[in-house]
């Protein structure tokens, strides 16, 4: 019997043990994703021999657009001649980005900084002759802007790689696996050289899909990224060794149910630049896109993609002149806020203060007149045009004292307080928000 009571105190003593390690880990990555979570607006940087011709990124060759050898001679035509990472920097503070994510070597294989590797890169193979890796987290971090490193685990033009490769030799895994640890130990270099020489805040994988886990080994990939900085942040693109979600692309329609995750999308309909592509976003749609991003909890990876000599084209420096412009009279609403309360309450967009006393509602378009509120249980104190300070009044229909229905709150929005772009009515409520979403009635 004593046995029995000695080994039931010792299961539960290892139980809550385990439970309390959980926590500590759960703890450990909600204060390592902070920073992420109010960050909300980041900006993505496709920068490579593309933007040569101006064709789409490794997938012009792969997709059999061009052939892999023409693809390769974009490298002779590849100057960065006027990279200047200072106004790059400058440009990305002025939107309001918190964080920037250049791609360091696409999937086709080409690396921004000076490999020791034997493979391509901007310095030993392109009359750019520089690291542009180094120049921009320098100038960034001097903006006090988190630096994200895009690296591709796809490289279709190592030799070793299998898939398509520069001969097209294909093999699989199987058959030559010592093929596949070569590749493998090009790959843990190459992520030894980007982690030690330039310490990213964040990883942003890309290409998971072409293999496992097990073939990535993204276990080890992970450990040997946190070794280096155990606070560096993993995007969710390492086959299930990842820390945030990154849906493509893709306007939220539903909330997504990850704790962080990030909506990566370009300012035209290409990652690169491609000066054919003039389907270019407009202010209006990408701050309606971002809001209703940030609405649903998540960030927003905005994408620019720079010439070949570094030059960043007018219509996407516009876009984010304008995004921060909007960003500098609405950041109370955006930055550090927490994603907003379930949709059918409010027919928009809406955030909350970290304590969730302050609702945002954002009014897309030019709203004016009656906007409405459903299932608001709290009282409202006050009302205010956010960046103009105008107080509006509200009102209050079908709220029977004895019941527990609030009633539907009714703002008037006058025409002439709207924001060129979408407007922002900060409501602060009694304390804490609460909501009712009965049927009505007595329930
Ligand atoms: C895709 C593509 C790639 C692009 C990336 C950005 O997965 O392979 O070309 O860089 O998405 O999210």
Redesign the pocket.
Known sequence: MKKQLRSLFILSFLFANAQAQQKISADSIRSKMQWFADAKLGI?I?YGIYAVNGI????SFYNKKISWQDYMKQLNGFTAKKYDPTAWAALIKQSGAQYAVL?TK??DGVALWDTKEKHYDVVDNTPAKRDLVQPLFDALRKQNIKCGA?F?L?DWSYPDYPGFTKDSSRYTLKDQPERWNKFKTFLFNQLKEVSTRYNPDLY?F??D?EHSTEEWQSQQIRSLLLARNPNTIING?LQGYGDYD?P??NFPVTRPHYNWWEL?MTINNN??YQPKDTNWKTPYEVITIFTDAVSNGGNL?L?IGPKEDGTIPQQEVHVLQELGKWNAKHHEAIFGTLGGIPQGHFYGPTTLSKDSSTLYLFLPGKTSGQIAIKGLANKIQTIEVVGNGTKLQHKIVGKISWSPVPGIVYITVPANVQDEYETVLKVKLDGPVKLYSGRGGLQ
């Open positions: 993505f496709h789409d990124e490794s997938w791609t696409h999937h895009y591709s796809i942003w890309d290409g899909w693109r990154t493509e692309q990566c990652w690169g990876l994408d």
